[in-house]
């Protein structure tokens, strides 16, 4: 390259001596010479170009402008990836500005609100999706993202919720509620818990080709049948039905396709002159009927919904259907949404754990308290060491929860009695836990873990309603909601929490909660996940 642009400067300068200039460094085109005469003919010394002129300056200028010229030409061109959409003289290689220009996405104000009833206002750009929108929302209220914070629709006069899928965009949900309707901020533990244990969502009586097959589909098996648009899955069984326009219920054999909701008009019945169109999965969205048997006189605290998504306070066009318990409920929801979005679904619970695997350095810590990540540990040595004999840790766990921490009394200084006294301490410090809610009632909490999900270990604590002194674990395991009761007692003149009738006791609610994330104990399984509120 160096040559050449050396070469191109020598006849550059060739050229200037031979050249008349004028002395603003342009040709003079009276002398230039004619097609017939010789270019390089003597010149008389007069008409030399004298060394003071900037003969050189100009060849630089030259010099500058062939290169500029050398490099636009030298770059490929931009070959069309569309030329069958050229007309025939057109050329298949995009020239400059027919690009189309991007133009920037249009900014929106979103409400959104959390548990406790506080809101914040979030502009956001108009393809923005549920995922990012619930990210921003941790980052600003400094939450731990454990990817289980989700966008719920909320529709109070209408008794609806649902959560929001993770690609949705928000501006364009929006843009289907009513005044009424908001969107709000919240945990559920249970969004892509089907992808790990699909056994428990979907039971075999309720899915048509596990009775074809007498039940020897494998659980891999189970989910592909979903998510392969090629196969054809079927969910079916007795729902309570509510008849458009009326107040009234009615007991139909439905099935569940992708081709949509259907029941059947004679008894069970599949065949396609029994079958009647419930509703389509493609234009609508499925719900959880909130105080069904208040709003609905539903049969059953299990109700959800079909609402297309043109529908926004009407009710008369709302497909209302009632199950007999949770685990035939959860069944149906999640295999409309399987039936509905797919291999979708798949990537969307996909996508945070390549994240992981790809910025493990940088993605925020997750504090998990599961079994996974909690190991039984011996510290009676020099140093401490994994006890890996289940046995072994069973009864190290049951000799430190005989003698757990037994505290001695705080003396300052002086030798006087520390401000924070043990046993006052104890009775307080739990207050600043997430997992302690405080004076709720039973109905409250039953609530609070069905919004965040029916995964076995999902966790509360709060204070008990009969006795003042006494605190309640609510914990849910097998998609049913359990109370134990955590009572006082006294030893050696200090104050213990026990849930075992004094078997095993703790000096604090804090070390009960660490001991049973660790140990199942007398519970039905570990403490794995607590309830949390975020304030906004």
Same mark, same amino acid.
């Given at each position: 390259?160096?040559?050449?642009?050396?070469?191109? $400067?020598?006849?550059?300068?060739?050229?200037?001596?031979?050249?008349?200039?004028?002395?603003?460094?342009?040709?003079?085109?009276?002398?230039? @010479?004619?097609?017939?005469?010789?270019?390089?003919?003597?010149?008389?010394?007069?008409?030399?170009?004298?060394?003071?002129?900037?003969?050189?300056?100009?060849?630089?200028?030259?010099?500058?402008?062939?290169?500029?010229?050398?490099?636009?030409?030298?770059?490929?061109?931009?070959?069309? @990836?569309?030329?069958?959409?050229?007309?025939?003289?057109?050329?298949?290689?995009?020239?400059?500005?027919?690009?189309?220009?991007?133009?920037?996405?249009?900014?929106?104000?979103?409400?959104?609100?959390?548990?406790?009833?506080?809101?914040?206002?979030?502009?956001?750009?108009?393809?923005?999706?549920?995922?990012?929108?619930?990210?921003?929302?941790?980052?600003?209220?400094?939450?731990?993202?454990?990817?289980?914070?989700?966008?719920?629709?909320?529709?109070?006069?209408?008794?609806?919720?649902?959560?929001?899928?993770?690609?949705?965009?928000?501006?364009?949900?929006?843009?289907?509620?009513?005044?009424?309707?908001?969107?709000?901020?919240?945990?559920?533990?249970?969004?892509?818990?089907?992808?790990?244990?699909?056994?428990?969502?979907? @039971?075999?009586?309720?899915?048509?080709?596990?009775?074809?097959?007498?039940?020897?589909?494998?659980?891999?098996?189970? #989910?592909?049948?979903?998510?392969?648009?090629?196969?054809?899955?079927?969910?079916?069984?007795?729902?309570?039905?509510?008849?458009?326009?009326?107040?009234?219920?009615?007991?139909?054999?439905?099935?569940?396709?992708?081709?949509?909701? $259907?029941?059947?008009?004679?008894?069970?019945?599949?065949?396609?002159?029994?079958?009647?169109?419930?509703?389509?999965?493609?234009?609508?969205?499925?719900?959880?009927?909130?105080?069904?048997?208040?709003?609905?006189?539903?049969?059953?605290?299990?109700?959800?919904?079909?609402?297309?998504?043109?529908?926004?306070?009407?009710?008369?066009?709302?497909?209302?259907?009632?199950?007999?318990?949770?685990?035939?409920?959860?069944?149906?929801?999640?295999?409309?949404?399987?039936?509905? $979005?797919?291999?979708? #679904?798949?990537?969307? $619970?996909?996508? @945070?754990?390549?994240?992981?695997?790809?910025?493990?350095?940088?993605?925020?810590?997750?504090?998990?308290?599961?079994?996974?990540?909690?190991?039984?540990?011996?510290?009676?040595?020099?140093?401490?060491?994994?006890?890996?004999?289940?046995?072994?840790?069973?009864?190290?766990?049951?000799?430190?929860?005989?003698?757990?921490?037994?505290?001695?009394?705080?003396?300052?200084?002086?030798?006087?009695?520390?401000?924070?006294?043990?046993?006052?301490?104890?009775?307080?410090?739990?207050?600043?836990?997430?997992?302690?809610?405080?004076?709720?009632?039973?109905?409250?909490?039953?609530?609070?873990?069905?919004?965040?999900?029916?995964?076995?270990?999902?966790?509360?604590?709060?204070?008990?309603?009969?006795?003042?002194?006494?605190?309640?674990?609510?914990?849910?395991?097998?998609?049913?909601?359990?109370?134990?009761?955590?009572?006082?007692?006294?030893?050696?003149?200090?104050?213990?929490?026990?849930?075992?009738?004094?078997?095993?006791?703790?000096?604090?609610?804090?070390?009960?909660?660490?001991?049973?994330?660790?140990?199942?104990?007398?519970?039905?399984?570990?403490?794995?996940?607590?309830?949390?509120?975020?304030?906004?």
């Amino acid at each position: 390259m160096n040559s050449s642009f050396e070469s191109l $400067y020598s006849v550059c300068g060739m050229q200037s001596e031979t050249t008349p200039l004028l002395q603003n460094g342009q040709l003079n085109r009276s002398q230039l @010479p004619t097609s017939g005469t010789s270019p390089l003919q003597p010149m008389s010394p007069r008409q030399k170009v004298q060394r003071s002129q900037p003969v050189r300056i100009m060849a630089v200028r030259r010099l500058q402008e062939e290169e500029q010229q050398f490099r636009t030409s030298s770059l490929p061109a931009i070959p069309n @990836p569309f030329p069958e959409l050229c007309s025939p003289t057109s050329s298949p290689v995009l020239a400059p500005g027919s690009l189309p220009q991007s133009q920037p996405a249009s900014k929106h104000d979103v409400k959104v609100f959390s548990e406790d009833g506080t809101s914040k206002v979030i502009e956001i750009l108009a393809d923005m999706t549920a995922r990012d929108l619930c990210q921003l929302l941790v980052y600003k209220s400094h939450c731990v993202d454990d990817n289980s914070w989700t966008l719920v629709e909320h529709h109070p006069h209408l008794g609806l919720e649902r959560c929001l899928e993770d690609h949705e965009l928000v501006v364009q949900v929006e843009s289907t509620m009513g005044s009424e309707s908001k969107f709000l901020f919240r945990k559920n533990y249970a969004k892509y818990e089907f992808f790990k244990n699909p056994v428990n969502f979907f @039971p075999e009586q309720m899915v048509a080709w596990c009775q074809q097959s007498n039940g020897s589909i494998p659980q891999s098996q189970l #989910l592909q049948n979903f998510l392969n648009s090629s196969s054809c899955p079927e969910i079916q069984g007795f729902l309570h039905v509510k008849e458009l326009g009326r107040k009234s219920w009615k007991k139909l054999y439905v099935c569940l396709r992708r081709s949509g909701l $259907y029941c059947s008009t004679k008894g069970t019945s599949k065949e396609p002159r029994h079958l009647q169109l419930l509703a389509d999965l493609e234009d609508s969205n499925i719900f959880s009927l909130i105080a069904g048997k208040k709003l609905y006189n539903a049969p059953a605290d299990y109700g959800f919904c079909v609402k297309p998504n043109r529908v926004r306070n009407e009710t008369k066009e709302l497909r209302l259907l009632c199950a007999e318990d949770e685990q035939s409920r959860t069944c149906w929801m999640t295999a409309f949404r399987l039936l509905k $979005y797919g291999m979708l #679904l798949y990537q969307n $619970y996909r996508i @945070p754990q390549q994240r992981k695997t790809v910025l493990p350095h940088f993605s925020t810590p997750v504090r998990s308290v599961s079994e996974n990540s909690l190991v039984a540990m011996d510290f009676s040595g020099q140093i401490g060491r994994v006890i890996e004999n289940p046995a072994e840790a069973q009864s190290a766990a049951l000799e430190e929860g005989h003698a757990w921490r037994k505290r001695s009394t705080r003396m300052n200084i002086l030798g006087s009695q520390s401000p924070l006294h043990p046993s006052t301490l104890s009775t307080v410090i739990h207050r600043t836990q997430h997992w302690f809610h405080g004076r709720i009632s039973r109905e409250e909490s039953h609530r609070i873990i069905k919004q965040q999900g029916l995964v076995d270990g999902l966790f509360l604590l709060r204070d008990s309603q009969s006795n003042p002194k006494a605190f309640v674990l609510t914990l849910c395991h097998h998609q049913k909601i359990k109370h134990f009761q955590i009572l006082p007692c006294e030893d050696d003149g200090q104050m213990f929490f026990s849930l075992d009738d004094g078997n095993t006791k703790f000096s604090d609610l804090i070390q009960l909660v660490e001991f049973y994330q660790l140990n199942k104990g007398v519970l039905p399984c570990k403490l794995k996940h607590h309830c949390i509120r975020v304030a906004l």
